[in-house]
């Protein structure tokens, strides 16, 4: 009575390589990973907080920090924090039911992009020319 | 349809409603809106403490991080942030990891690292302020 059998190739619901990438869907998957982002960057906040007590501790932390890879690091971080931050401001808009127009999406989708990326760099140049030159 | 004779006369609909399948109705959905409105301030007021911080010693830094109003701030930041996060990723892991004692295992070890984050950074906080 109860034959198995293989079950009928059934057609799935599309999903994202069906679609041609918008900027809006862009930018929430950008959203999701620059999210991981800070949740593991967040390490790097707990180490300083603990390093900051003694002065060998905050002398290994500055010469991470210091390093090329430390400032490739701090400096995407800076980035996925202002990101996701534009990026979460942008849902809260949605969230009360505004900005979902044709052009009011696509203004804040790439307002976010050019928002992140502006605000990150001059933060930056901001701060290396605060201590003293890049280097 | 049902093999146990009711227990009480509440209906089905009245004792779900406003819960949901977790039982915790929109708990994280809220929390998830909550803090992230907390967020924007509080990661504006920790840019400005970070340039505040730029060039300065070890000394300096201890001692500005843990005066009362920038470690006060540092705390609540850590403590929303951490929130945040813990409910983000397990929207991720729910979302991607399908096989069942992975994704509660996941779920569990999200939980811990989001604690460890924000009692980790809190004592580092406490100790520069109280010097302990």
Do not use: C
């Not at chain 1, 924090?81 to 979460?88: D, K, N, T, W």
């Not at chain 2, 907390?38 to 010693?57: D, E, W, Y």
Request: charged fraction near 10%.
């Amino acid at each position: 009575m109860a034959t198995t059998r293989a079950p009928a190739a059934r057609p799935l619901s599309p999903h994202l390589q069906i679609y041609k990438l918008t900027m809006t869907m862009a930018m929430s998957i950008v959203h999701r990973i620059t999210g991981i982002g800070n949740y593991f960057g967040m390490l790097l906040l707990a180490w300083w907080l603990i390093a900051a007590a003694s002065p060998s501790s905050y002398a290994k932390f500055e010469w991470f920090a210091g390093s090329i890879i430390g400032r490739i690091i701090l400096f995407g971080f800076t980035w996925s924090v202002i990101h996701h931050a534009l990026g979460g401001i942008r849902f809260l808009i949605w969230d009360t039911g505004h900005g979902f127009g044709p052009s009011e999406r696509e203004w804040l989708a790439a307002a976010t992009l050019i928002g992140s990326i502006a605000i990150t760099v001059l933060l930056w140049i901001f701060g290396l020319l605060a201590m003293g030159g890049p280097l | 349809m049902s093999d146990t004779p009711a227990k009480h006369i509440r209906t089905p609909l009245a004792r779900v409603r406003g819960l949901g399948a977790a039982r915790s109705g929109t708990h994280d959905f809220w929390r998830q809106r909550l803090t992230a409105v907390a967020n924007i301030p509080l990661t504006i007021a920790v840019i400005v403490i970070f340039i505040m911080l730029l060039g300065r010693n070890q000394a300096a830094v201890a001692q500005i991080v843990g005066s009362p109003p920038v470690a006060i701030i540092m705390a609540l930041f850590v403590i929303s942030v951490a929130t945040h996060m813990r409910i983000g990723m397990q929207v991720v892991i729910e979302d991607y990891v399908h096989d069942e004692l992975a994704k509660l295992i996941l779920i569990m070890a999200n939980t811990f690292f989001a604690i460890a984050i924000a009692l980790t950074s809190i004592y580092g906080i406490l100790k520069l302020s109280f010097g302990l």
